[in-house]
Structures are given as C-alpha cells and as structure tokens.
C-alpha cells in the first residue's frame, strides 16, 4: 500500500474530505478527523476503538503500532509498506463510521446495495 492508494480509499467514502492537518495530511468526515498520515507516507494513522483496536494487532501485529497521544492510546498506526488494501479499508470504515453523524450513517446504510436473499 501506499498514500495514494490509502487515499482512494478514504475519499471513496461518504463525504469525505482531505485537508492538511499541521505537517500532515487528514481525512475527515463533516470535519472530524478519522485519518492522518505523516509527510512521508510510510504510515497511515487511524482512530479506532479499543476493542476494534487490540483485535486489528492480534490479527496483524507486523503491520500495526499502537498509535499514542502524549500518554494516551488514541488509535492504531498502518505500516503502508505491509498492509493489505483490504485491511486498510477496513480500518478506514471503522473510523469513519466512529466518526460520521447518525444522519450520514443511515443514509450510507439505506444506499448500500443489498445482497440477494
């Protein structure tokens, strides 16, 4: 993988959009943070849950870091060189759907197509 890669990805999402943050550059959705990656795009860092988070490293450990804040765990970083697309989308959703508002969630939700019963 790498960020040109992680960005076809992220902005394939609902109202994403990508916006400098500091020396970085962020996804967002409606203008939270769920993404950023650092100028050298060998990293991709994603905010995810604790639960979602231990379970990513369990299944991945040679391609993600905890993500820290100062003191805080804030979410997982992606080794891009070692990821898979299919990881990393799924890594990506997680966020965003932290991230998107309910209003945005529902309408994502009522549009995705559906499988046949």
Not at 57 to 75: F, H, Q, Y
């Amino acid at each position: 993988m790498n960020l040109e890669q992680v960005r076809r990805i992220a902005m394939a999402l609902p109202s994403v959009t990508e916006e400098p943050h500091f020396t970085s550059t962020s996804f967002r959705v409606v203008g939270k943070i769920f993404a950023t990656a650092p100028p050298s795009g060998e990293h991709l860092h994603v905010f995810i849950e604790e639960e979602a988070r231990q379970r990513a490293l369990a299944l991945a450990p040679e391609t993600l870091e905890i993500l820290t804040w100062g003191k805080n765990v804030v979410g997982i970083r992606v080794i891009l060189k070692n990821a898979s697309p299919a990881l990393v989308k799924d890594l990506l959703l997680q966020s965003w759907t932290r991230k998107a508002p309910r209003r945005l969630l529902a309408e994502s939700a009522a549009a995705a197509p559906r499988g046949k019963a």
